[in-house]
């Protein structure tokens, strides 16, 4: 199957710092990636819908000041976490899929395990 | 709307016995079906989907699910479970004609295996 990158798999930072984490599409285009995050022993939350070239579509309560989601290009989708708190703490997973019809297979990354201290 | 239910939290089977991890949904029109695993500290791996044809859908690693328009049920089964089955299980649903959106995520099954 096609092929999510997630970068970093890991990142532990101090308070009020920000924080970046990439997501690629390494094998096909994606004009939509999708960012979740997930609580332990908990389903997946979508967060954000990030189409290339416009702006992120924001589910209903997430800040999208506080998470800011840039998607520069078909295979590169960014969401930068800022001035994180402790309760920004979780595990955030990107998805993209290729372009097409719905019956198309969304890959995920494997994950970036946010803590801050 | 769409929705996924997934009624247990939990699914114990012993190690050759069969497995089945239970998935309901509800969509406007016709539905995309999915089944994903998440091992620990890891993103979803795609199992299987369905999307029209034949109601019996095989996907990856011995797993198939059926498709039960009446019943709106895409339960996950296989025939002799292994000790490495043994992550989460999520089931996913999108409306055919809802455009561009992303897939509807049941809360997961957490699915051991006892050898």
């Known amino acids: 199957g096609a092929v999510v990158s997630q970068h970093p798999s890991r990142v532990i930072c101090k308070s009020g710092t920000s924080v970046k984490i990439e997501c690629r599409s390494l094998d096909f285009q994606a004009t939509t990636m999708f960012w979740y995050r997930q609580f332990p022993k908990k389903s997946l939350m979508l967060m954000a819908t990030?189409?290339?070239?416009?702006?992120?579509?924001?589910e209903q309560g997430v800040e999208k000041d506080k998470f800011l989601i840039n998607h520069a290009s078909l295979t590169l989708s960014t969401l930068t976490v800022t001035s994180a708190h402790p309760e920004d703490s979780s595990f955030y997973i990107c998805?993209?899929?290729?372009?097409?019809?719905?019956?198309?297979?969304?890959?995920f990354g494997a994950g970036t395990r946010l803590s801050v201290l | 709307a769409q929705s996924v239910a997934q009624p247990e939290d939990q699914v114990n089977v012993a190690e050759g016995n069969p497995l089945t991890v239970k998935c309901t949904y509800s969509v406007s029109g016709n539905p995309y079906l999915f089944w994903y695993v998440q091992y620990p500290n890891r993103g979803l791996q795609f199992l299987l989907k369905?999307?029209?044809?034949?109601?019996l859908v095989k996907g990856s690693y011995g797993f198939e699910a059926e498709f039960n328009k009446s019943q709106t049920s895409f339960h996950l089964k296989k025939p002799s479970a292994l000790v490495s089955d043994s992550a989460l299980y999520f089931c996913?649903?999108?409306?055919?004609?809802?455009?561009?959106?992303?897939?509807?995520f049941g809360k997961g099954t957490r699915l051991s295996v006892i050898a």
């Open positions: 998805s993209a899929r290729a372009p097409g019809q719905g019956e198309n297979i969304q890959y």
């Open positions: 996913a649903v999108r409306d055919r004609d809802s455009g561009n959106t992303p897939l509807v």
């Open positions: 369905y999307i029209t044809g034949d109601n």
């Open positions: 990030s189409n290339e070239g416009s702006k992120a579509t924001y």
